[in-house]
């Protein structure tokens, strides 16, 4: 697919530099996990980078084919919303329920940015990821969700462990990754079973 989706004029141009300068605000965010060994929060940009490389990684073992720089370019997209509306831990159901009108309004406004045909792919990346229900969307979800759970499992359940986090929610919300891709699953299983033992999870 060619990316080759405007013409090349010096307003144009423009609108990208200022979309660029405005991602940049995604380094800002904060989320709830910390970097491995570390003090310091992870912010969204570098989970949004840790999600384009978990998909790269674990392509080959994916449950069904994928498209990956398709997949990617979700990945490196899927939270920029959060420039508006912030990180909401995944366990606050209510949150990211009170929070879904914000995030669309974000992405209106920040993919609005750009020039027109960047602006309608952009936007379709992030609804596809947000509806979830091509494969490449499925893949991209569940490692999105896999992620935080492998971090804290090396981490001694940095997040988990501040916020109360029950091994029933962390299965609860991971449902669909059981189910369609359990061989990932049962890897993580195991691991969190070991991370109740030892306290991690309530």
């Known amino acids: 697919m060619s990316d080759r989706v405007i013409p090349l004029d010096f307003g144009a141009m423009t609108e990208v530099v200022q979309f660029l300068m405005e991602l940049d605000k995604l380094k800002t965010v904060e989320r709830r996990t910390r970097l491995l060994g570390n003090t310091r929060q992870e912010n ?37 919303v959060e420039i508006d509306a912030g990180d909401v831990m995944v366990y606050d159901i209510a949150a990211r329920e009170a929070v ?9 406004r920040i993919f609005g940015l750009l020039p027109d ?41 940095q997040s988990w462990r501040e916020n109360g986090i029950r091994l029933e929610q962390v299965e ?31």
């Not at 384009?52 to 939270?79: E, G, K, T």
């Not at 490692?143 to 981490?155: C, E, F, K, V």
């Not at 449902?175 to 079973?193: G, M, R, T």
């Open 44 to 80: 969204s940009a570098e989970h949004s980078w840790h999600l384009a490389m978990a998909a790269m990684s674990l392509a080959p073992f994916a449950p069904q084919a994928v498209d990956l720089p398709h997949v990617i370019r979700m990945a490196l997209l899927h939270d920029v």
């Open 172 to 202: 609860a919300r991971n449902v669909q990754l059981a189910s369609q891709w359990p061989e990932l699953w049962h890897h993580l299983k195991k691991h969190l079973d070991d991370a109740q033992a030892k306290g991690w999870l309530l």
């Open 100 to 108: 879904q009108q914000q995030e669309v309004a974000a992405a209106e």
């Open 117 to 157: 045909g960047l602006k309608q792919r952009f936007r379709a990346l992030w609804d596809e990821y947000e509806a979830g229900e091509s494969v490449d969307a499925r893949f991209a979800n569940m490692l999105d969700r896999a992620l935080p759970i492998m971090l804290n499992l090396h981490d001694e359940g």
